[in-house]
């Protein structure tokens, strides 16, 4: 207790002891900066130097880092906004769900991520979990967890490679995707289990896998996200601790690879527990080739699977 409360009014060195290398940013503000790398990213002061507007961090899992208020001096060049241009920092963490839920509570944008993500590591391929961000000055943050090694001839379809990583960041220019507006769209459930029966089932045949799982302090499911090669479904317990509501007059819905996987869709749905709240059939008040399904999950919420029949007159996607 004594050594404790020394720490907490001194500081004192890591208690993992100095890492052989630690970087130091310099940034506009430590008190904001301060506030992401402990409160988002979990990190611990070790000691301060006030009058150097100086902080040196230190994570549970042994990590540091170096914050320093800008002052002019170590600065070899124009530090143009976002800090850093060029440089990521990687932080491997036992379970990144701490922080998407950290990320999640403060509405923290999330510059890449999340996802899965396999590599070429020599003669095996190492999986993660990964998401990238920037911190208030633009530094950017890449957090990760280990999920395994797997033999090169492994690899399954739609997995994240290398290889198609690359790609879709090129054709993406590595920007920001600006022609979605949407980048996910999140419900709120009252049962985690049954929900997550349900959805597998029903998001199957329109080719929706299970892609990110968040789990909460005790081990159990408190976020998953469904999608094709990225998360952009996702089911939650509510952060409030409530129960969940279902708002009127919302609904989602899922583009269907052909018609067969509308019908498909439609009675998994209702196999799982699910409500019909519109049988699989064209709408052409819609448009002549619409062709959609609608249910209600096990909590109530609205669901739409569509196919866009091209060969009737005046169907398009707009």
């Not at 459930?189 to 029903?202: H, L, N």
């Not at 952060?239 to 609904?251: C, F, P, Q, Y």
């Not at 062709?291 to 109530?300: H, I, K």
Request: net charge negative; proline share 6%; glycine share 10%.
């Amino acid at each position: 207790m004594e050594e404790e409360t020394r720490r907490q009014v001194t500081g004192a060195p890591p208690r993992s002891g100095w890492a052989r290398m630690v970087v130091e940013l310099h940034v506009n503000d430590l008190g904001r900066s301060l506030s992401f790398w402990r409160d988002v990213l979990g990190f611990q002061t070790a000691f301060e130097r006030a009058e150097e507007r100086f902080a040196y961090l230190e994570h549970p899992e042994g990590h540091q880092i170096m914050l320093c208020q800008r002052h002019g001096r170590f600065e070899t060049g124009p530090l143009d906004p976002p800090l850093g241009q060029g440089a990521m920092f990687q932080i491997y963490l036992a379970d990144i769900g701490p922080v998407l839920l950290a990320l999640s509570v403060r509405n923290w944008a999330i510059y890449l991520g999340p996802r899965e993500v396999w590599r070429r590591t020599g003669d095996r391929e190492s999986g993660q979990r990964e998401i990238f961000l920037q911190d208030p000055d633009g530094y950017l943050v890449m957090i990760a967890q280990n999920i395994g090694e797997r033999p090169l001839d492994a690899a399954q379809p739609g997995r994240l490679t290398l290889e198609n990583e690359a790609r879709m960041l090129a054709e993406a220019g590595n920007k920001q995707p600006m022609d979605r507006a949407i980048y996910h769209v999140s419900v709120g459930v009252c049962d985690m289990r049954k929900a997550r029966e349900f959805y597998e089932a029903a998001l199957a045949p329109l080719g929706c896998r299970l892609l990110y799982e968040v789990k909460d302090k005790n081990g159990a499911d408190s976020s998953l996200g469904w999608g094709r090669s990225f998360p952009e479904f996702w089911i939650n317990l509510p952060l409030d601790g409530r129960e969940a509501t279902v708002s009127n007059g919302a609904h989602i819905a899922f583009f269907a690879p052909d018609k067969s996987s509308v019908d498909r869709f439609y009675s998994a749905a209702l196999s799982a527990g699910g409500r019909d709240d519109g049988s699989p059939g064209y709408r052409p008040d819609y448009q002549p080739g619409y062709y959609g399904a609608f249910v209600r999950d096990p909590d109530g919420n609205k669901l739409e699977a569509v196919w866009l029949d091209f060969e009737k007159k005046g169907t398009s996607l707009a």
